[in-house]
């Protein structure tokens, strides 16, 4: 049973720039969470999709996007991008309980 | 405002020992609690929860404890072992009309088992 799976792993973009991570659920699952964890930090959330719509939103500008699939699998959106915006981006599934986190995508704004 | 705190940045235990790491927040709509151990390059790792009905939870070597009156968990890990040394994160989500599962964190305790 694969676990919760991010792509990539890894990405470097220049200020300005727009940036799209991907994320495959845990298998059963049909909500997924995007966070983002700064250096020192603790993950910060940034919002949650149920059912292909936003159900909830932390505090973050509309630069950041997403999206959730008939699948249940989800993608983030960050245009304009700005150096503080390096950080670990991870993505978290559940369907009742627990929350299951992926490995993440470390993201570089140079 | 940081409503979830662990106020510890770090804890060096020797191996063998009891470790335990606390945590405390400050909204009384918290409702279920988590802790998560974070190895680098790793996402966060799911360890064990608690209810707020519940004021003790245990699994192996790990058990939880929550007080709701003074708004504080901990966590403790007996016997610590060298695998443990990790980042461990406590959680919190808040119910809001059956909605959930937001969680909201601390910043973290880097804990070190020295063998």
């Known amino acids: 049973d694969a676990g919760v799976t991010q792509s990539p792993t890894h990405l470097i973009k220049t200020r300005g720039q727009q940036v799209t991570l991907r994320c495959s659920p845990k298998?059963?699952?049909?909500?997924v969470s995007w966070y983002q964890q700064a250096l020192g930090q603790g993950p910060q959330f940034i919002f949650q999709?149920?059912?292909?719509?936003?159900?909830q939103r932390g505090n973050f500008p509309d630069r950041f996007s997403g999206h959730q699939f008939p699948n249940y699998s989800s993608e983030l959106n960050v245009n304009a991008l700005l150096l503080g915006d390096s950080a670990l981006y991870l993505c978290?599934?559940?369907?009742?309980?627990?929350?299951?986190f992926g490995p993440g995508t470390r993201l570089l704004v140079l | 405002d940081q409503q979830v705190k662990q106020n510890s940045p770090s804890l060096s235990v020797q191996e063998g020992r009891i470790s335990i790491l606390n945590c405390d927040y400050t909204?009384?709509?918290?409702?279920?609690f988590l802790w998560y151990k974070k190895y680098p390059a790793e996402g966060p790792t799911f360890l064990i929860s608690?209810?707020?009905?519940?004021d003790k939870n245990e699994d192996g070597r790990f058990t939880v404890f929550l007080n709701k009156s003074a708004k504080h968990l901990s966590l403790h890990i007996v016997p610590s072992q060298p695998g443990d040394s990790a980042v461990y994160f406590c959680?919190?989500?808040?119910?809001?009309?059956?909605?959930?599962?937001?969680?909201?964190f601390g910043t973290g305790t880097l804990l070190a088992v020295q063998p």
């Open positions: 978290a599934s559940h369907r009742t309980g627990v929350v299951y």
């Open positions: 298998s059963g699952h049909d909500t």
């Open positions: 999709y149920y059912e292909e719509e936003e159900r």
């Open positions: 909204n009384s709509m918290f409702d279920y």
């Open positions: 608690i209810s707020s009905i519940k």
């Open positions: 959680a919190a989500s808040p119910i809001y009309g059956g909605a959930t599962n937001k969680l909201i």
